[in-house]
């Protein structure tokens, strides 16, 4: 593939597809439908190719198109999605499995009571290291919607897991008085 005299290599869409992959499964919380935003986006982008201005902003073009093939899929269907899980991988034992599991449980929990839009933002964000202009241009929304929805996004993840925290530490306080 060429852009403006300068080669987008296979590999270079193929390095994407990961990061389009889990901010899909976070959108939609399905693995099959997830699979298939990513297989649509990068469809899109190989056929319209030539709109891409500059090869450096092909993440954020790629999201974009994601972001809009997301929003006319929720458009047909009429329905909203929340985040799926998220696996975590590394060397660990059974404990610090379970430990893991549980905390990623909890904030998926967490994540999937935000609203769509909070939780677009927030994928993108902190989970994609996206600037908050680049998720301005990929959801098509002011920059000061973006800040301040990661901003109550995050506000709401905050008060969640803290309400949890709460609760385990009157758990644990209940059972040392047993």
Do not use: C
Request: aromatic letters at 6%; zero cysteines.
């Amino acid at each position: 593939m060429a852009l403006f005299g300068k080669r987008i290599p296979k590999q270079e869409l193929a390095e994407m597809r990961p990061r389009l992959y889990r901010a899909a499964l976070s959108w939609t919380r399905d693995q099959q439908l997830a699979e298939d935003l990513v297989n649509e986006t990068l469809l899109k982008a190989l056929k319209n190719l030539r709109s891409l201005n500059e090869a450096a902003a092909l993440g954020v073009w790629l999201f974009r198109i994601m972001a809009n093939t997301h929003k006319d899929w929720l458009r047909a269907r009429r329905e909203f999605l929340d985040v799926d899980t998220v696996e975590l991988h590394g060397d660990s034992n059974p404990e610090s499995e379970y430990e893991r599991a549980a905390i990623v449980s909890r904030v998926q929990d967490a994540i999937g009571k935000l609203n769509d839009d909070h939780r677009k933002v927030l994928t993108l964000v902190d989970l994609n290291g996206f600037s908050y202009k680049e998720v301005s241009g990929i959801l098509d929304i002011p920059v000061g919607t973006v800040m301040s929805r990661v901003s109550r996004a995050r506000q709401q993840l905050k008060e969640q897991l803290g309400a949890h925290t709460q609760q385990v530490q009157d758990n644990v306080t209940y059972l040392n008085k047993v």
